[in-house]
C-alpha cells in the first residue's frame, strides 16, 4: 500500500502566525483569548475570542485580492505558502495533474454574508451586492483559488462536517493518495468566523463560554467548571505527499499518516452522544486502517471543547477504546487556541505532528479541576508541555451533525 508522509506545515493561529512561533506559544501554554475588537460587542453574551494578532492581510495580499477573497480564504493562501516554504517545495517541476488541494472550512464567507446583507438591509433596499459576493461567500472556493494559484490540476474539493472539517479534509487527501489518485495534495482548513452572526448564533445555541471577566482562562477543557469554547479563528495547511514521490524528491518528512477513521453519531442536531457511540467507531477505524493495537496510541490531542457535555463524551469514549491507561497522554489545546470550527482539524493535526516529532506533549492550560471520575485514568499534562517518547498520536475532531473524524499520525 501507498505511504503517505507529510511534507509541509502552515500555520495561522490566535498564538502565532507561524509554525516556530505557533509551536513555541503551545508548549508554553500561552493563551489566545482577550476581549473581541472587531466589532463592537456590548450587547452579546460572549464578548472575547481568539483572534489572530499582528496579522495584517494589506502585508501579504494586494488590493484586487482583498477586494475577491473573504478572510477566510485570505488565511487559507497565507497558511498553503507557509507550508510550502516550511517544507522547501518547489511546484513546478513536479507534475501538476498529480497534485491536489483538498480543504476544509466549516462556514466560508461568513464575514462577506454578514457585512453584504447589512449593507443591504440598512440602504434604501437596492441591491448593490458586489460581483464577488458569491465566490467569495462560497465554501469550496479557498480550495479552488488556491489550485488557481499553483496551477494544480489533480484532485479540488471542499469536504464540509462543521468543525470535524479539516481532519476530514485530511483523510480524504490520505485516502487520494493512498489510491493513487495523486502524488501530492495540499490540505487542511481554514475560518474567519468571530463576526456578530457567529458569535451571536453559537451564543444562542449556548455554546460559548460567558467568563467574560477572564477571557485568558475561560477555555477549560475537562474542567468541572467549564462552560462553553472559546471561538477563533486563523488557518492550519499540510502538505501530504506519497512517500516515494517525497524521497525521490529529497523532501524534509515530518511525519506520517497512517489511518483515519470517519462516522456518525446519528443521535442529536449539535450535541454528541452521551457514551461517545461515534467517536469510538472513528477512533477504532483509525487504528484498524493503521493496524496498530490502542496500547501502542502515545498522545491524543482530544476534540475538547470545554463544553460541558461534549469533553465528557470524549473522555467516556476514550475509555471505551483504550481502557484506563494512566500512561496514555491526553490534552486539549483548544484551551490555548481557542476553537477553529473548521479548521481546529488543520492546526491540532500539525501540534501532534511536532509533539512525535520533538517528544513533547503540549499542555491543557486553565484546568484545574478534571473531571473526577477521569482525573487518574489518562494522564493530563496541565500548564505547560511535557517531555514524552512517542510514536503514534491520533487527533480527534467532531461536528455539529454528529460528523466524527479522528486521524492517526506516526512519528517518522
Known amino acids: 500500500m501507498r505511504r503517505v508522509v507529510v511534507t509541509g506545515l502552515g500555520a495561522l493561529t490566535p498564538i502565532g502566525n ?72 518547489d511546484l513546478d517541476p513536479l507534475n501538476k495533474d498529480r497534485i491536489g488541494v483538498i480543504w476544509g472550512s466549516g462556514n466560508g464567507g461568513i464575514q462577506t454574508f454578514q457585512n453584504q446583507m447589512k449593507e443591504y438591509c440598512e440602504g434604501d433596499g437596492t441591491p448593490r451586492f458586489t460581483p464577488f459576493f458569491i465566490p467569495r461567500i462560497l465554501v469550496d472556493i479557498a480550495s479552488g483559488i488556491i489550485s488557481i494559484k499553483y496551477g494544480l490540476r489533480g484532485v479540488n474539493f ?7 472539517t479539516s481532519n476530514t479534509a485530511m483523510i480524504e487527501a490520505f485516502n487520494y493518495i493512498k489510491w493513487d489518485k495523486a502524488d501530492m495534495i495540499i490540505t487542511g482548513g481554514s475560518e474567519a468566523a468571530i463576526n456578530e452572526a457567529a458569535m451571536g448564533g453559537f451564543a444562542s445555541a449556548r455554546a460559548l463560554s460567558t467568563k467574560n471577566e477572564t477571557p485568558e482562562t475561560a477555555s477549560r477543557p475537562f474542567d468541572v467548571n467549564r462552560d462553553g469554547f472559546v471561538m477563533g479563528e486563523g488557518a492550519g495547511a499540510l502538505i501530504l505527499e506519497e512517500y516515494e514521490h517525497a524521497i525521490k524528491r529529497g523532501a524534509t518528512i515530518f511525519g506520517e499518516v497512517v489511518g483515519g477513521g470517519m462516522a456518525a453519531d446519528a443521535y442529536h442536531l449539535t450535541g454528541t452522544h452521551p457514551a461517545g457511540d461515534g467517536a469510538v467507531l472513528g477512533m477504532k477505524e483509525a487504528l484498524r486502517e493503521a493496524g496498530i493495537l490502542a496500547d501502542q496510541v502515545d498522545y491524543i490531542n482530544m476534540h475538547a471543547t470545554s463544553t460541558p457535555l461534549g469533553d465528557k463524551s470524549e473522555l467516556i469514549a476514550a475509555e471505551r477504546v483504550f481502557g484506563q491507561r494512566k500512561t496514555l497522554a491526553v490534552s486539549g489545546t483548544k484551551s490555548m487556541t481557542g476553537h477553529l470550527l473548521g479548521a481546529a482539524g488543520a492546526i491540532e493535526g500539525i501540534a501532534s505532528i511536532l509533539a512525535l516529532r520533538e517528544g513533547i506533549v503540549p499542555p491543557t492550560i486553565n484546568t484545574t479541576d478534571i473531571e473526577p471520575e477521569f482525573a487518574n485514568h489518562f494522564d493530563f499534562p496541565l500548564k505547560k508541555g511535557k517531555e514524552k517518547e512517542m510514536t503514534y498520536a491520533m487527533s480527534n475532531t467532531f461536528g455539529f451533525g454528529g460528523h466524527i473524524a479522528s486521524i492517526l499520525f506516526k512519528k517518522y
Open 18 to 89: 507561524n509554525i516556530e512561533d505557533f509551536w513555541t506559544n503551545l508548549k508554553a501554554g500561552k493563551s489566545g483569548a482577550a476581549e473581541i475588537t472587531s466589532f463592537n460587542t456590548e450587547k452579546f453574551k460572549a464578548k472575547f475570542a481568539c483572534e489572530l494578532k499582528g496579522f495584517d492581510p494589506k502585508e501579504h495580499f494586494d488590493v484586487k485580492e482583498l477586494r475577491k477573497y473573504d478572510p477566510f480564504s485570505q488565511y487559507a493562501l497565507y497558511a498553503v505558502d507557509q507550508a510550502l516554504k516550511n517544507g522547501g517545495i
Open 158 to 164: 471542499c469536504p464540509v462536517s462543521a468543525c470535524a
